[in-house]
């Protein structure tokens, strides 16, 4: 099993980057698939959330109107579009994809964001 991020990087306030997460080794079109994000001494905190189809979002509310989050099952790819980014948004941006039908739970290493004039 592999989930692996990219995209990360520096931008500036008010700019935008779209991270990506590539799975494989399993069933990518039957879990449910997840970003998180974990500031430097602060806990890991859900960013955004859809489901295994497609066709429901569940956002943070600190992020609800910038980010959006999509997944091409064909590509067994999730993306992260991230607009709007502000200097609170800088922290290490984890993609998870899980099921409840096994229990199952992966994690990628993660990516880097840091918003910063």
């Known amino acids: 099993v592999q989930v692996v991020e990219s995209g990360g990087g520096l931008v500036q306030p008010g700019g935008s980057l779209r991270l990506s997460c590539a799975a494989s080794g399993f069933t990518f079109s039957r879990y449910g698939m997840s970003w998180y994000r974990q500031a430097p001494g602060k806990e890991r905190e859900l960013v955004a959330f859809?489901?295994?189809?497609?066709?429901?979002?569940n956002y943070a509310d600190s992020v609800k109107g910038r980010f959006t989050i999509s997944r091409d099952n064909a590509k067994n790819t999730v993306y992260l579009q991230m607009n709007s980014l502000k200097p609170e948004d800088t922290a290490v941006y984890y993609c998870?994809?899980?099921?409840?039908?096994?229990?199952?739970?992966?994690w990628g290493q993660g990516t880097q964001v840091t918003v910063s004039s």
């Open positions: 859809i489901r295994s189809a497609g066709d429901s979002t």
């Open positions: 998870k994809a899980h099921s409840t039908l096994p229990p199952r739970a992966y």
